[in-house]
């Protein structure tokens, strides 16, 4: 398996402009989260999708912030306006179910200039 | 909620060293995860370790459930151990909460 793919890698936009970040999770893992990460906050848990469910968006920032997960096999993080302080580091992660291991994408670099 | 805490926050180590990181947190948890973020930015899965004790190569992990803690040794370090190691506690449910992480430079 490719493991969890992210994309785009990096991303540049104005402020003001519409985001969308996106997640390939590991076939078969029924469970995903993303989580965003910053020098200050470190990593923090924005949402989490069991069976395609979102089951705690807790962790979203503001209502500018939204996810969806369609399908098994993909999943989005909109940002809606965007401002500078959005600028982070956005993981996708996904898990097979309870107790079993977490495994991260690679990230992306999202600058909100 | 559940608080993960590890230390130290910043460690130096020549190559060779050995080195233990510490992970404490507050509550029960349903599983622990250690991690190594690369000069990257990637995260690495290094154990899974709800319990006992698990090695590969030159890192083991131990983890004591009941007393709330997790250890991370690292034996001979290496350059390329460089980076941030955290340590992540699966509560009940899915979430998972990572502490801040121990930042490990290792130099030549």
């Known amino acids: 398996d490719a493991g969890v793919i992210q994309s785009p890698r990096h991303e540049v936009t104005e402020m003001g402009q519409e985001v969308t970040l996106r997640c390939k999770p590991i076939s078969g893992h029924n469970s995903l989260f993303w989580y965003r990460q910053t020098m200050m906050r470190g990593l923090e848990l924005l949402i989490y999708?069991?069976?395609?469910?979102?089951?705690?968006d807790s962790g979203m920032p503001e209502d500018r912030f939204s996810a969806k997960m369609p399908n098994a096999s993909f999943s989005t993080l909109k940002i809606q306006p965007s401002e500078p302080r959005d600028s982070a580091v956005y993981f996708c992660a996904s898990r097979l179910g309870l107790n079993t291991e977490a495994f991260f994408g690679q990230g992306t670099r999202l600058t909100v200039v | 909620g559940i608080q993960v805490e590890q230390s130290p926050p910043d460690l130096i180590l020549q190559e060779g060293a050995n080195s233990t990181l510490r992970c404490n947190f507050s509550?029960?948890?349903?599983?622990l995860q250690w991690f190594h973020q690369n000069p990257w930015g990637q995260l690495i899965n290094l154990f899974y370790i709800p319990s006992g004790t698990k090695q590969n190569g030159r890192l083991s992990a131990t983890t004591v459930a009941t007393e709330r803690y997790s250890l991370l040794y690292i034996s001979s370090s290496q350059t390329t151990d460089s980076g941030v190691y955290f340590c992540?506690?699966?509560?009940?449910?899915?979430?998972?909460?990572f502490g801040a992480g121990t930042r490990l430079f290792v130099k030549a």
């Open positions: 992540a506690v699966h509560t009940g449910g899915f979430k998972t909460i």
């Open positions: 509550d029960s948890v349903n599983n």
């Open positions: 999708f069991n069976n395609n469910v979102p089951i705690d």
